[in-house]
T-cell receptor
């Protein structure tokens, strides 16, 4: 299956710093990528939809100035958590839509565990 | 009503058992259906993808879709302890919006 690479796998940072997470589709072009947040033993919570070359669409309640999303190419989307605080500690996962051949498959990255001290 | 409903479990079965995981959906526009397996602290892995009613088989896994009753299932044959994970069902109408169930936690006992 298609591969979506997400880095870093885990990051520890001090409160007030910014953290960037990268999501790359390795063998297909992804015009649309998604970012999720997941708390332990809970389901995926969609944060935003990232479209190549345009502004991201954020879900209700997600601060767009805090969670900056950039989708500058067909294979790369980044999520920057700005001025991170302990309450931002969570597991962040990206996914990329592979619509080649008329399919609508969605592939996920391996996730990033963020811990803010 | 959630667009995709899934029993959260947990579901415990002995090794070798046949596992049945189920979801229902309410949106008739959904045309594509997926099953994912997620291990703890990992991203979901796509197991099965289908866009038509009927069965699709891949190794020990069979995905079943019944569009008339809006019901999707995943069967795991000869379950193994390594199958212990959370299984997510998902659906989309192809309009960039993917809806997922809450996930069913499965534990296969050795």
């Amino acid at each position: 299956g298609a591969v979506v690479s997400q880095h870093p796998s885990w990051v520890i940072c001090k409160s007030g710093t910014s953290v960037k997470i990268e999501c790359r589709s390795l063998d297909f072009q992804a015009t649309t990528m998604f970012w999720y947040r997941q708390f332990p033993k809970q389901s995926l919570m969609l944060m935003a939809t990232s479209n190549e070359g345009s502004k991201a669409t954020y879900e209700q309640g997600v601060e767009k100035d805090k969670f900056l999303i950039n989708h500058a190419s067909l294979t790369l989307s980044t999520l920057t958590v700005t001025s991170a605080h302990p309450e931002d500690s969570s597991f962040y996962i990206c996914s990329a839509r592979d619509s080649g051949g008329g399919n609508e498959k969605l592939f996920f990255g391996s996730g990033t565990q963020l811990s803010v001290l | 009503q959630k667009e995709v409903e899934q029993d959260p479990g947990p579901l415990s079965v002995p090794e070798g058992a046949i596992v049945s995981l189920n979801c229902t959906y309410s949106n008739s526009a959904f045309q594509y259906f997926m099953w994912y397996r997620q291990y703890s602290r990992k991203g979901p892995e796509l197991l099965m993808y289908t866009y038509s009613s009927g069965n699709k088989e891949d190794g020990r896994f069979t995905a079943q879709v019944d569009k008339s009753s809006k019901y999707i299932s995943l069967f795991i044959r000869d379950s193994q302890p390594s199958d212990s994970a959370t299984y997510l069902c998902g659906a989309t109408s192809g309009t960039y919006k993917y809806i997922f169930g809450t996930g069913t936690r499965l534990k296969v006992l050795a």
